[in-house]
Nanobody, 117 residues
């Protein structure tokens, strides 16, 4: 079965960095676009970044220049490098993969990122 397992969250001071990882299994990882989303308390879940199987990336405007999404298809893992973190980046970060117009849509359990001094 499909599994997505995030790790790497934690408490970091403003201006600091974290690297999140999402280990995937149960599907042909290299064939699927991978997404990072986040959800802050009291807010809707929002798209952070995506990366296609071949490495094409897209970012939400507010994350451009600070966050970098990457993937290692040999390790079935997608990463999110987050730099210059701000308190507004505090959220639960989720990994997602899906195939449009199908029931193939899976989420990880999320990893908490807290940016605070």
């Amino acid at each position: 079965q499909v599994q997505l397992v995030e790790s790497g969250g934690g408490l970091v001071q403003p201006g600091g960095s974290l690297r999140l990882s999402c280990a995937a299994s149960g599907f042909t990882f290299s064939s699927y676009t991978m997404y990072w989303y986040r959800q802050a308390p009291g807010k809707e879940r929002e798209l952070v970044a995506s990366i296609g199987g071949g490495g094409t990336t897209n970012y939400a405007d507010s994350m451009k220049g600070r966050f970098t999404i990457s993937r290692d298809n040999t390790k079935n893992t997608v990463y999110l490098q987050m730099n210059s973190l701000k308190p507004d980046d505090t959220a639960v970060y989720y990994c997602n993969t899906r195939r449009p117009f199908s029931a193939f849509n899976f989420w990880g359990q999320g990893t908490q990122v807290t940016v605070s001094s």
